[in-house]
């Protein structure tokens, strides 16, 4: 076991994956998070839950879930290089600007903002938006 | 020539592709897996064809021809970081999954899993899925 | 700061991102290009405008807009890893190809092609392409 190895990132709070993937996964200095939705933290026994069923409360979420996996890896915000958003609804883009910009005002960044694709897809039942990000640490 | 240069990796297994791509390029530890489908190997003067018209068969066959071009550039499943997984309808994720689980199963990882995300896009008529990965040797 | 601090990508022919996100992003050896579209280099006071309503104009124009991120990272197209090409409708494939080809024989690649994979999205109205960009420098 080196520095190098591959480690899975997995936050107490999130739910379990659906399928044999991580959370998040480390290995040097590369850092990635899988796609990320609204689910609030897990509760036993209990189907994941979204945050609400507006973009908002669920892009919110879906920060906060985004975040305890960089954090789980030793990293912030400030390393992330890369977010891909995707949305199920050309109208939520300029809410989801909005919410995007406010939230990192807040954050208090100290390095320039990740780049970002935003498309437009499908997601399951209830779902408004889901995030991944690829991080560089160091 | 260094250990760093960018080579293309492209098993003798592959179709060609349809446009001037690699169907994975490897540079320094950094390896990337182009978008892969569910066809059958190569057979020459015949155009490129899906393993069936079944999820599961194409998954399967998907995942041979991501893990063909890993192994051309010396890299196994263990080393993924990312998998993309696009699939046309939200009604096969469960069975994906089922897929997923299994075939990672088989495969004895020996390192955490990789993160995932998975979205539903519109693919090329009879394609049911797509996935490209995202490795980091070393 | 050190080498491997992470910088903004911002050319000066490009119009502001719509929200708290970098055009590009660099950080060691790592490039990062968001997601770009057929917008014409920015003008003062005018709203961001699309090349032209087809594929060809639109397509050009997103490499152009990718290519000069690139090169405020100090990267060509040889060090590009991965394009992720995002078209509306299906029936744009073999035209984007044929475009994709023929742009990159002019543009005298001396490394393999970039690896690649293209998915069917919805975008904002107007627009028929977007592409982003990992590259990695040598």
Redesign the interface.
């Known amino acids: 076991m080196t520095e ?5 990132l997995t936050p107490a709070t999130h739910t379990t ?9 480390k ?4 850092l ?4 990320q939705v609204g689910f609030l933290p897990a509760v036993e026994g209990q189907a994941p839950t979204p945050a609400g069923p507006t973009l908002r409360e669920q892009t919110l979420q879906t920060f906060a879930n985004v975040k305890a996996i960089l954090e789980e890896g030793g990293a912030t915000w ?2 992330v ?4 958003v ?1 949305l199920t609804d ?1 109208d939520h ?1 300029a809410e ?2 909005k919410i ?2 406010e939230y ?2 807040e954050q208090g960044l100290t ?15 209830g779902l408004l938006i ?1 995030i ?1 990000a ?1 991080a ?1 640490l ?1």
């Open positions: 190098n190895a591959k480690t899975a994956p659906p399928a044999k993937f991580s959370h998040g996964v290995k040097g200095n590369i990635q998070v899988a796609g400030d390393d290089m890369m977010m891909r995707y050309v883009f989801m600007n995007y910009n990192f005002e390095a320039p903002a990740a780049a970002r694709t935003t498309v437009y897809v499908g997601l399951p039942k889901e991944d690829l560089v160091g």
